[in-house]
């Protein structure tokens, strides 16, 4: 998961928000003691905790604090509640996600909210009670707000600085550890993301856990339960998402005529104007001039004038959770390729996508492991040893899984054994350059494919930039990007390796202008297409910045952030292929990431040939999906305007089709809370 992804999912599900007081309390008669202990788990493995100590004053302070591949938040949170539960002063002090320092303030007086932290500042006068939601606070606020929702007349509260938010008990459950039961109960959140945000709950209403799927928060000693917790949570969510595939999947009972479209050749990278085609049996059954196809006598016919019919989008590089489906589809994108996730997860997803059991694109997955370490990834597939990642290759190949990724503490003496092996079960390899090797190395070891534009950077500095598990692969390309040579023997050359051995470049460069050009307070350029259509939480998401800056180098970053884009450009007339990912916020960021190719340098229609057939063809389903033939599978999306020769019309979708099934954006946005 990328930095900004990992950012935003804490936005976006509400994870991290005012403490207030989280103390444990096993049953009625038991003393509320006044400290309390959290495990936080990433995909599984301990990476933190949460500690809570009641103070004799009355106020609460809170340390939260996990560590993600030498990432990670670290925050102290002092806090006052008044007797509603609602905060009326609050200090959080320690540094964010990217180690950028956090120092936010809330304070509640006369009746007037002051707030301030490093994307905002703000006042308002109160003429009823509202609930603050910080930008750097710790797990314990979504026990503290659903306290006072609860508490509230109406189970729902205004918040600040904008939004609202209702509270409503779904569900419960006893778990148990040894001889000791507790009950917990479910509460949904509205209002803090896309989809209301869970969180567990003893029966006094303190915190007991929290699962977002990436990210997991449990009382000490209770670790062992979290795995039915993410269960209760996931049927009731899934109820959820197939209500609404059985509301807004639109299956014809008759043919589907597009007539007047300007269709998209992919093959020839052109557009063609005045085109009839034809959807039957979940399949393209013609593709002709207007007036020379015939239209069935029962077809409904979608008058396509002044819009382009394109195939469905891909995104080469997701980690996909269950709501991603609906903002892909919406976006246009009707493939999606995973690029790390949890076995079991990533396959039931991609199951009930396939079953139309919730709306969402086609999924290929792709077989994630790490090295063991301080900085491994999140995942529970690390290997050691060359027999390690044999017997890892050979799980995924019996799961079906058509390749494998490769993370940054993978040992190098374990990469041309782990290639070979994947190839001869006919697997592709890709992933990033694992530390104390080159990407040079990779590529004349095997590699298919190399995940991010940056990895490509750290290629030419491998005396000064050795280790790369560390946010160093961010900052000493930001620091150094920018004087790089791309015209030296050296780039050059490895250019030619790259083009000679046909190497797949994933750039995600769209991460990277949020990681080197966001600053606090202020959006990245493409951050500020979309942030007024999102809901308000998800929106504040954007103003937290990017990677810490140094004191004078504002300017050198945004000139590495042209430097990456340059490589991409330069890539590309090298005849290196390139597929499209984002690796962060579905759907919107794909069309992000095509706008970004073609600031590089490269024509719109070649961009949209990417982002279709050529992703196709490199995932090895170009006999299916990718242009718009008869014969082949019906994924297509229909488009205000002519992306061919303003890429950003690519936003503009009116209409998704997969597999023949019709989905309206219109439709879909609203079900999460985007603005159509």
């Not at 930095?3 to 950012?7: D, E, G, S």
């Not at 009670?129 to 189970?155: C, H, Q, T």
């Not at 493939?335 to 009930?352: M, Y």
């Given at each position: 998961m990328s930095?900004?992804?990992?950012?935003l999912t804490v936005?976006?599900?509400?994870?991290?928000?005012?403490?207030?007081?989280?103390?444990?309390?096993?049953?009625?008669?038991?003393?509320?003691?006044?400290?309390?202990?959290?495990?936080?788990?990433?995909?599984?493995?301990?990476?933190?905790?949460?500690?809570?100590?009641?103070?004799?004053?009355g106020e609460v302070r809170v340390l939260f604090e996990y560590t993600d591949r030498g990432r990670g938040p670290k925050v102290e949170t002092l806090v006052t509640v008044d007797g509603h539960g609602l905060p009326t002063r609050l200090e959080n002090r320690g540094n964010d996600y990217l180690k950028a320092p956090v120092e936010e303030t809330l304070t509640l007086e006369g009746g007037k909210a002051t707030w301030k932290n490093q994307g905002e500042s703000g006042?308002?006068?109160?003429?009823?009670?509202?609930?603050?939601?910080?930008?750097?606070?710790?797990?314990?606020?979504?026990?503290?707000?659903?306290?006072?929702?609860?508490?509230?007349?109406?189970?729902?509260?205004?918040?600040l600085p904008e939004g609202e938010a209702s509270v409503e008990k779904v569900g419960e459950l006893k778990v148990s550890?040894?001889?000791?039961?507790?009950?917990?109960?479910?509460?949904?959140?509205?209002?803090?993301?896309?989809?209301?945000?869970?969180?567990?709950?003893?029966?006094?209403?303190?915190?007991f856990a929290i699962d977002t799927g990436w990210l997991g928060v449990i009382r000490e000693g209770w670790e062992s339960t979290l795995e039915s917790i993410s269960a209760a949570q996931k049927k009731r969510e899934s109820r959820l998402y197939a209500d609404w595939a059985r509301r807004y999947a639109h299956l014809p009972a008759v043919p589907v005529a597009f007539t007047g479209a300007r269709v998209f050749n992919s093959k020839k990278a052109k557009a063609m104007d005045g085109m009839t085609v034809i959807v039957e049996g979940g399949r393209i059954s013609a593709v002709g001039r207007d007036g020379d196809v015939e239209i069935p006598a029962d077809a409904q016919v979608i008058d396509a004038a002044g819009k382009t019919l394109l195939p469905g989008l891909w995104d080469m590089h997701t980690h996909v959770s269950e709501v991603d489906g609906l903002l892909n589809i919406a976006a246009g994108v009707t493939?999606?390729?995973?690029?790390?996730?949890?076995?079991?997860?990533?396959?039931?997803?991609?199951?009930?996508?396939?079953a139309g059991e919730a709306i969402g694109p086609r999924l290929l997955v792709t077989g994630f492991m790490d090295g063991p370490g301080p900085y491994a990834g999140p995942t529970k597939v690390l290997v050691s040893t060359i027999e390690d990642g044999q017997a890892a290759i050979d799980r995924y190949h019996q799961l079906g899984y058509p390749q494998i990724k490769i993370y940054s503490s993978v040992k190098p003496e374990l990469i041309p054994g782990l290639v070979?092996?994947?190839?001869?079960?006919?697997?592709?390899?890709?992933?990033?350059?694992?530390?104390?090797?080159?990407?040079?190395?990779?590529?004349?070891?095997?590699?298919?494919?190399?995940?991010?534009?940056?990895?490509?950077?750290?290629?030419?500095?491998?005396?000064?930039?050795?280790?790369?598990?560390?946010?160093?692969?961010?900052?000493?390309?930001?620091?150094?990007?920018?004087?790089?040579?791309?015209?030296?023997?050296?780039?050059?050359?490895?250019?030619?390796?790259?083009?000679?051995?046909?190497?797949?470049?994933?750039?995600?460069?769209?991460?990277?202008?949020?990681?080197?050009?966001?600053r606090p307070g202020e959006m990245d350029a493409g951050a500020k297409k979309i942030a007024h259509r999102l809901p308000p939480q998800v929106r504040r998401g954007f103003l937290t910045g990017g990677l810490p800056v140094p004191e004078g180098m504002d300017q050198l970053y945004r000139n590495s952030y042209r430097s990456m884009l340059e490589m991409?450009?330069?890539?590309?007339?090298?005849?290196?292929?390139?597929?499209?990912?984002t690796d962060a916020l579905a759907g919107f960021t794909l069309h992000r990431e095509l706008e970004l190719y073609v600031e590089a340098g490269i024509p719109a229609a070649e961009v949209l040939r990417i982002?279709?057939?050529?992703?196709?063809?490199?995932?090895?389903?170009?006999?299916q999906l990718g242009s718009i033939e008869p014969g082949k599978l019906a994924d297509l999306i229909l488009v205000d305007g002519d992306p061919t020769t303003e890429i950003s019309d690519i936003r503009n979708v009116a209409l998704t089709v997969k597999g023949g099934v019709l989905y309206k954006p219109e439709e879909l946005y609203p079900l999460v809370g985007v603005e159509p």
């Open positions: 930095a900004r992804k990992a950012v936005a976006l599900l509400g994870v991290l928000a005012l403490p207030q007081i989280a103390v444990s309390q096993e049953s009625a008669d038991s003393p509320v003691p006044a400290t309390a202990r959290y495990a936080v788990l990433l995909m599984g493995n301990l990476a933190g905790t949460q500690t809570t100590q009641k103070q004799a004053t006042s308002r006068e109160l003429t009823a009670p509202a609930f603050y939601v910080g930008m750097n606070d710790p797990p314990e606020i979504l026990a503290v707000l659903a306290r006072a929702l609860l508490s509230s007349s109406e189970k729902r509260l205004a918040l550890k040894g001889d000791r039961m507790l009950t917990v109960d479910q509460y949904s959140i509205t209002g803090l993301g896309f989809t209301p945000t869970s969180v567990w709950l003893d029966r006094e209403l303190e915190l493939s999606v390729r995973d690029l790390a996730n949890d076995i079991d997860v990533v396959l039931e997803i991609r199951r009930q996508w396939d070979d092996y994947a190839h001869e079960k006919g697997m592709r390899v890709s992933g990033h350059i694992p530390a104390f090797m080159t990407a040079r190395m990779a590529v004349e070891q095997g590699y298919d494919e190399i995940q991010h534009i940056n990895m490509l950077f750290l290629n030419f500095w491998p005396e000064d930039v050795p280790d790369t598990r560390t946010p160093a692969r961010f900052t000493e390309v930001a620091q150094r990007g920018a004087a790089l040579d791309f015209d030296s023997p050296e780039v050059q050359a490895f250019f030619r390796l790259l083009a000679e051995k046909g190497v797949v470049v994933d750039p995600t460069v769209a991460i990277f202008e949020g990681m080197f050009t966001g991409v450009r330069r890539v590309y007339e090298a005849g290196i292929p390139i597929v499209a990912g982002a279709t057939l050529q992703a196709a063809t490199i995932a090895n389903r170009a006999d």
